[in-house]
Nanobody, 113 residues
Framework: QVRLVESGGGLVQPGGSLRLSCVAV????????MAWYRRAPGQQRELVATITNVGATNYADSVKGRFAISRDNAKNTVYLQMNSLKFEDTATYFC???????WGQGTQVTVSS
């Protein structure tokens, strides 16, 4: 069964914005921490942001001030708003549910001029 359904990736120019969405199938997710990871070409997977059940957030230094993770528990959805995008942000982005180790399939973000 599909547990995490991602959308919102695409091709953008430097300085542009994208909003990634991750719809969680089931009600368990709204009570727990969710996370976004990314894997750039030739790089290891890295943690981008986390958000707790009450909305407390943490960010990687590389995205702090530019990205914002949020959630809408009524919609079982977690978002990653990405602003001021740099070509270094080019990566496959994954939604993650740490409690049970669930992953989305990944959505590609490409920043290119």
């Amino acid at each position: 069964q599909v547990r995490l359904v991602e959308s919102g990736g695409g091709l953008v120019q430097p300085g542009g914005s994208l909003r990634l969405s991750c719809v969680a199938v089931g009600d368990i997710y709204k009570h727990n921490t969710m996370a976004w990871y990314r894997r750039a070409p030739g790089q290891q997977r890295e943690l981008v942001a986390t958000i707790t059940n009450v909305g407390a957030t943490n960010y990687a230094d590389s995205v702090k001030g530019r990205f914002a993770i949020s959630r809408d528990n009524a919609k079982n959805t977690v978002y990653l708003q990405m602003n001021s995008l740099k070509f270094e942000d080019t990566a496959t982005y994954f939604c993650h549910f740490p409690l049970l180790g669930y992953w989305g399939q990944g959505t590609q973000v490409t920043v290119s001029s």
